[in-house]
């Protein structure tokens, strides 16, 4: 199934997790992993997966990113804009060929308060995207990680999850 990445990353972690979603997928699947910062085309895609970080409940913004690099994100790795500003570009997508969607976020809080998986999962079935799967959310422990322990296998467990639904 070709599948398309698209996350953004202040600290890494996203970046750390949407590599091991893609990892996961890559063995027999075509994936592409792409910053959502390079605004990345739909294309062929048959499967999206859409991932950010949490920054004051929400998706994070111009001000959270600003904020991030406040408190050491790496300015190289930092991206202008995100997922927020690629999801308000993105078109609506053709029902006879609308590809599979999953989202997924990174967070300190436990549960699910705030998770932008869900709302970008909303922004997503709102565009024609067929959304499969619940939005997960990884955790890291401190701002800028690292993640708490078995996190990257998680992932790739809900990415092979994923597999099993986009039929
Ligand atoms: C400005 C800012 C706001 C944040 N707000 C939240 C929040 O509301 N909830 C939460 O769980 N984590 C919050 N965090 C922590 C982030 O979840 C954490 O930095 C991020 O997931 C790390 O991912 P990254 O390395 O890909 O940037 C915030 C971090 C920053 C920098």
Do not use: C, K
């Not at 890494?12 to 890559?26: E, F, H, K, S």
């Not at 990680?145 to 994923?162: M, V």
């Amino acid at each position: 199934m070709r599948t398309l990445v698209v996350y953004e990353s202040m600290f890494g972690n996203t970046a750390a997790v949407a590599a091991a979603i893609a990892r996961a997928l890559g063995s027999t699947d075509a994936v592409r992993l792409e910053l959502a910062d390079d605004r990345p085309a739909i294309g062929d895609a048959e499967l999206v997966i859409v991932g950010s970080p949490t920054h004051g409940f929400a998706l994070p913004s111009r001000l959270s990113r600003r904020a991030a690099r406040a408190q050491g994100a790496d300015a190289s790795a930092t991206a202008r804009a995100g997922v927020r500003e690629w999801l308000g570009g993105l078109a609506a997508v053709r029902a006879d060929s609308a590809p599979f969607a999953a989202t997924f976020d990174v967070r300190q809080a436990p549960g699910a308060v705030g998770a932008p998986s869900h709302r970008v999962r909303r922004r997503l079935d709102g565009l024609g995207f067929r959304t499969i799967g619940e939005p997960a959310s990884f955790r890291v422990g401190p701002t800028a990680g690292p993640l708490l322990d078995g996190e990257l296998d998680r992932a790739a467990a809900w990415a092979e999850g994923l597999r099993g639904l986009a039929r």
